[in-house]
T-cell receptor, first 112, second 114 residues
């Protein structure tokens, strides 16, 4: 699976949009972009995933560039409870057998 | 989605002992995985738990130290054998439901070895 590069940490003001970037310049055509987050003391929580189209769900939006070499996770109105480590992972989907390979992630701190 | 329950959620263990962690999923799943997260670190895959056969281990992890069972489609166990303080970590179970390709995680089992 392709590797990803994320900033180590970011701050965001409560109520503002949090934009978390991820570079995946070696992504292959059949690799999806997945985002998870891990709030302290909990297991990773699935957020969203996409292939090439932008995606939105109740938690976040995922914007993938046209060349698919980078993406941005957007939390539209960050709250204190969104403080967590956010992981961007690229993964091939076949037979659901591909495990997730975690990098260092971005530690997002939402401040009052 | 899938709800994944792990037991114990937390334990303090004596050096040299072994502990078995249980993972129960609320629906049938195709794949189950075990991860380790050492203090301050990211997650590292230990192995893929295969139903009815031996687990597939990642580099650096061996069956004698981390025996894994998966007797059916919804249950798996991970044993941490002959523990040392270096085994103090969060151990996480994850699974992919039959209905999709997204991987979900349990809440983890926090082990402290003293």
């Amino acid at each position: 699976d392709a590797k990803t590069t994320q900033p180590t940490s970011m701050d965001c003001a409560e109520g503002r949009a949090a934009n978390l970037p991820c570079n995946h310049s070696t992504i292959s055509g059949n690799e999806y972009v997945y985002w998870y987050r891990q709030i302290h003391s909990q297991g990773p929580q699935y957020i969203i995933h996409g292939l090439k189209n932008n995606e939105t769900n109740e938690m976040a939006s995922l914007i993938i560039t046209e060349d698919r070499k980078s993406s941005t996770l957007i939390l539209p109105h960050a709250t204190l409870r969104d403080t967590a480590v956010y992981y961007c992972i690229v993964r091939v989907l076949h037979n659901a057998g591909n495990m997730l390979t975690f990098g260092g992630g971005t530690r997002l701190m939402v401040k009052p | 989605s899938a709800v994944i329950s792990q037991k114990p959620s937390r334990d303090i263990c004596q050096r040299g002992t072994s502990l078995t962690i249980q993972c129960q999923v609320d629906s049938q799943v195709t794949m189950m995985f075990w991860y380790r997260q050492q203090p301050g670190q990211s997650l590292t895959l230990i192995a893929t738990a295969n139903q009815g056969s031996e687990a597939t281990y990642e580099s650096g992890f061996v069956i004698d130290k981390f025996p894994i069972s998966r007797p059916n489609l919804t249950f798996s166990t991970l044993t941490v054998s002959n523990m040392s303080p270096e085994d103090s970590s969060i151990y996480l179970c994850s699974a992919t439901p039959n209905s999709g390709n997204t991987i979900y995680f349990g809440e983890g089992s926090w082990l402290t070895v003293v």
